[in-house]
């Protein structure tokens, strides 16, 4: 059983950067797909990046060259570097961890799908004031 423990959230100006960090507990995290979500009350939760096994990585457009998502095998530790922040970011910002093969077909193409993660943090909250 995997755990997951977000940190690094905060209260920012826009244009301002943060860097999210999630550090996992148990074993294999170097085989599973890792990915950030961000959820603000109301809506559903969004994909945001994603990293696999061998370092490629997806973005959501909305973040493209502002955001850039990491991870180091050895300190079991995921990533997610936010620059350029701008309100419309406020979110809680959530580590996720999945294993199937959806997951990597639907991060080819873009595309995340909360459903299919197995493991999840309790979230850090991001707030961006204009």
């Known amino acids: 059983q995997m755990q997951l423990v977000e940190s690094g959230g905060g209260s920012v100006q826009a244009g301002g950067s943060l860097r999210l960090s999630c550090a996992a507990s148990?074993?294999?995290?170097?085989?599973?797909?890792m990915a950030w979500f961000r959820q603000v009350p109301g809506k559903d939760r969004e994909g945001v990046a994603g990293?696999?096994?061998?370092?490629?990585?997806t973005y959501a457009d909305s973040v493209k060259g502002r955001f850039t998502i990491s991870k180091d095998n050895g300190k079991t530790t995921l990533y997610l570097q936010l620059n350029s922040l701008q309100p419309e970011d406020t979110a809680m910002y959530y580590c996720a961890a999945g294993a199937c093969g959806g997951i990597r077909a639907k991060a080819a193409a873009g595309t995340f799908t909360a459903a299919e993660y197995k493991h999840w943090g309790q979230g850090t909250q991001v707030t961006v004031s204009s």
């Open positions: 148990g074993s294999d995290f170097d085989r599973y797909y």
């Open positions: 990293i696999d096994w061998d370092g490629s990585t």
